[in-house]
Structure formats: structure tokens, C-alpha cells
């Protein structure tokens, strides 16, 4: 069974970088490779999402202080995380699937494939 394993996460302090990792263990034809975060008690909450194509997508709390890439072809995918703030402090979660539209592609209902998260904590 395919699985996404996330890595990257830690603890910084405010303004810090860290800079998030994730790879599945096996093929798969991907389209669409995303990161949620979920905050303790809330719902997964898109990030940024990066498809085939190249085309990037942002939610606006981390435009312009996070930037996605990655690798369709090879299922990884990596998230630069700059200029921290505490309100990032949430745990990190990949996602993937074959197709999706482009408006939602920051949906978490849109994936099907997920991996266990990475905590990332930013203390003021």
C-alpha cells in the first residue's frame, strides 16, 4: 500500500525557517501533491498545492512566506515554511491525488492519499 511519510517538522522561534520534506514509498500516478495543516481541534486546512502542470496554489495566511515544490513524476514534494509566526504552530500533513480541479485544489476532500503528519511548532 502506498504511503506518504512527511518529515521536516520541529520548533523555531519566530521569523525562523524550517523547511518540510515528504515522499511516498511506492509509484503512483499523481496530479495534484498538497499540504494541510490542522491546528488541535480544527478541521485540515490547505496550504499550498502544486500539480503536473507547475502551477501553484496559496492560501492567502502563507502567500509570499511559504513556497511549494515538487515532483509529480518522482511523488515528492517539499514546503519552504519562511518567516514563522506562532499562528503556523499546527501539524503538517501531505496529500495526494490523481486529478483535480483547480478550484479545489486546497480542499482536503479533494485528496485521497495522506500521509501522518509532521508537527511544526513556532514560539514567539
Known amino acids: 500500500q502506498l504511503q506518504y511519510v512527511e518529515s521536516g517538522g520541529g520548533s523555531v522561534q519566530a521569523g525562523g525557517s524550517l523547511r518540510l520534506s515528504c515522499a511516498a514509498s511506492?509509484?503512483?500516478?499523481?496530479?495534484?501533491m498538497a499540504w494541510f495543516r490542522q491546528y488541535a481541534g480544527k478541521e485540515r486546512e490547505g496550504v499550498a498545492a502544486i500539480d503536473s502542470d507547475g502551477r501553484t496554489y496559496y492560501a492567502d495566511s502563507v502567500r509570499g512566506r511559504f513556497i511549494i515544490s515538487g515532483d509529480s513524476a518522482k511523488n515528492t514534494l517539499s514546503l519552504q515554511l519562511n518567516n514563522l509566526q506562532p499562528e503556523d504552530t499546527a501539524m503538517y500533513y501531505c496529500?495526494?491525488?490523481?486529478?483535480?480541479?483547480?478550484?479545489?485544489?486546497?480542499?482536503?476532500?479533494?485528496?485521497?492519499?495522506w500521509g501522518q503528519g509532521t508537527q511544526v511548532t513556532v514560539s514567539s
Open positions: 511506492g509509484r503512483t500516478t499523481t496530479y495534484c
Open positions: 496529500a495526494a491525488v490523481s486529478w483535480v480541479a483547480s478550484a479545489w485544489a486546497l480542499a482536503s476532500g479533494s485528496y485521497n492519499a
